[in-house]
């Protein structure tokens, strides 16, 4: 059972950045960052490969938010640049022990998951 640790959220204005990180207890292979907020289904955000090879990101975060990892030390960040208010959520890393040629961003597929960490962000 591989367990996941997020950490890195908090509050920010509009504009801001913050960057979130997830420690893995194990390396996994594809790696994701979903978040939720109230009321919403939980939805897939960045994805990245086992190699770093591969991206995969949803259109309303592209050319302002980077996953990257860091495999030596388990680690998948997620920096996010030119925060929105629409940005606010719980954020949560996900991993599964297998891989597809473009990270899926699909929840199910997912098969760990890490608590949660808040990302507020005020206009």
């Known amino acids: 059972q591989v367990r996941l640790v997020e950490s890195g959220g908090g509050s920010v204005q509009a504009g801001g950045s913050l960057r979130l990180s997830c420690v893995a207890s194990e390396y996994t292979y594809q790696m994701a960052w979903f978040r939720q907020a109230p009321g919403t289904e939980r939805e897939g955000i960045a994805g990245?490969?086992?190699?770093?090879?591969?991206?995969k990101y949803i259109d309303s975060v592209k050319g302002r938010f980077t996953i990257s990892r860091d495999n030596a030390k388990n680690t998948l960040y997620l920096q996010m640049n030119s925060l929105k208010s629409a940005d606010s959520g719980m954020y949560f890393c996900?991993?599964?022990?297998?891989?597809?040629?473009?990270?899926?961003?699909?929840?199910?597929?997912?098969?760990?998951w890490g608590q949660g960490t808040q990302v507020t962000v005020s206009s």
């Open positions: 996900a991993a599964r022990q297998s891989e597809t040629y473009v990270p899926t961003l699909e929840a199910s597929e997912y098969h760990f």
């Open positions: 990245i490969s086992r190699g770093s090879t591969r991206t």
